[in-house]
């Protein structure tokens, strides 16, 4: 694998998001750089890159930074459209499931995850997310219970879902929306200590589903520091494809913030290169790495004048 000419994967090990994009890359048979940042801020290399968005999953194709998954699925679709991740029948409605597993679905699986889990050793983790989320160990314990009470109804759904004999949520071949809701299941691991049979013991369809989803794979990831990273974006030009809406308010080169609803982390500065009811792309410009384009999806984030 040429690691200049490559995809890279921003990720690591235990996000759940970032399993989404593993799969997708298994999905579509394609190697990439791997890349892992820290879990906890401070994340000055991947910052670089994307001008300070901390977030995991970050894709990178060449000068051109993707940001949240759901602007990393897009760019696989379009760079690696077949085998495609949205299906017949489903189709774009894979879209409307991963929407869903990411919104209080995702927040069921993590109190379900993680809730009864100690603090103890944990502690820069749990300050990391106080700061970025507001996430207070006490309170999130104390709403623990009824967060795995939601997930595991959401599970029975689920298993109700794929009773029909159906092999994967959108029909007989995987997609986008089976990847979001697997990476529920799979998050779940850091309870069972990598177990998930006592989840899916008494959901035959959950389980069947499941084993397929992760029969996908990962693709085929080859390890890549940061500085290799910021080089590929170093010898690279941006790709920009796009404009900006009529009616949005705001003006192709205007300088601007995004940041993240939910999230205290610091927003990304940049100009505008495209704003659409889909899409959000800033030109910004590092020492280490000259112009790069920062991508981002229209939903969950927050634009304003710089």
Not at 113 to 133: H, Q, S, Y
Not at 241 to 254: D, K
Request: aromatic share 8%; hydrophobic share 45%.
């Amino acid at each position: 694998m040429d690691a200049m000419t490559s995809l890279i994967l921003h990720h690591y090990p235990t996000s759940p998001w970032a399993e989404v994009l593993r799969l997708a890359m298994g999905l579509k048979g394609l190697g990439y750089g791997s890349v892992e940042p820290p879990v906890i801020c401070p994340k000055p290399r991947l910052a670089v890159l994307t001008g300070g968005y901390v977030r995991v999953p970050v894709l990178q194709n060449g000068a051109d930074i993707f940001c949240d998954t759901a602007a990393a699925i897009d760019a696989l679709e379009t760079l690696h459209p077949d085998p495609t991740l949205f299906p017949a029948p489903a189709g774009q409605g894979h879209r409307l499931l991963a929407q869903l597993a990411q919104g209080p679905v995702f927040f069921w699986a993590v109190g379900a995850a993680m809730g009864a889990l100690p603090t103890e050793g944990m502690e820069e983790f749990w300050a990391d997310r106080e700061a970025r989320f507001g996430m207070k160990p006490a309170a999130f314990r104390a709403m623990a219970p009824h967060l795995a009470a939601q997930f595991e109804a959401h599970l029975a759904n689920l298993d109700m879902a794929l009773s029909d004999g159906r092999a994967f949520l959108g029909g007989d071949a995987p997609g986008h929306g089976d990847l979001a809701h697997y990476q529920l299941l799979w998050f779940q691991k850091a309870r069972f200590g990598g177990d998930l049979s006592p989840i899916v013991a008494d959901r035959p369809h959950l389980g069947a589903w499941a084993q397929r989803v992760a029969d996908i794979g990962h693709g085929r990831p080859v390890p890549m520091d940061a500085e290799g990273a910021i080089a590929v974006a170093r010898a690279a030009e941006p790709t920009v494809r796009g404009v900006v809406s009529p009616g949005s308010g705001f003006e192709a080169g205007q300088e601007v913030l995004v940041s993240q609803e939910g999230s205290n982390d610091a927003p990304t500065a940049g100009r505008l290169a495209v704003l659409t009811d889909r899409r959000i792309t800033l030109l910004r410009d590092h020492p280490e790495t000259g112009a790069v384009a920062v991508h981002f999806p229209r939903l969950g984030q927050i634009i304003r004048p710089a």
